[in-house]
């Protein structure tokens, strides 16, 4: 059993930021892409950044130039570093390994995110 650990998240002002950590329990031989979502209340779980093997990254438009994604030394585990944080990224936040470009394969249990006005 394959288990995302996240961490990170908690209540911070308007633009303020936060570290986001995931790390798989296992090291896999192989990922394709490990990334990040978000769920509001009331809303469909949306990508915020992902990150490929090769390093190759990319962002939801909403998180461009705020946030960034990044490769542990470990390769198992990811972070996001959000920064210029807005009430409207109140969200759980949760991380996820594609193994083989087909979907992510595993999810984290998600971490809450609160950004006070």
């Known amino acids: 059993q394959v288990q995302l650990v996240e961490s990170g998240g908690g209540l911070v002002q308007a633009g303020g930021s936060l570290r986001l950590s995931c790390a798989a329990s296992?090291?896999?031989?192989?990922?394709?892409?490990m990334g990040w979502y978000r769920q509001a209340p009331g809303k469909e779980r949306e990508l915020v950044a992902k990150?490929?093997?090769?390093?190759?990254?990319n962002y939801a438009d909403f998180v461009k130039g705020r946030f960034i994604i990044s490769r542990g030394n470990a390769r198992n585990t990811v972070y996001l570093q959000m920064n210029s944080l807005k009430p409207e990224d109140t969200a759980v936040y949760y991380c996820?390994?594609?193994?083989?470009?087909?979907?992510?394969?595993?999810w984290g249990q998600g971490t809450q995110v609160t950004v006070s006005s």
């Open positions: 296992r090291r896999f031989f192989s990922i394709n892409t």
């Open positions: 990150i490929t093997s090769g390093e190759s990254t």
């Open positions: 996820n390994v594609d193994l083989t470009g087909r979907g992510p394969d595993y």
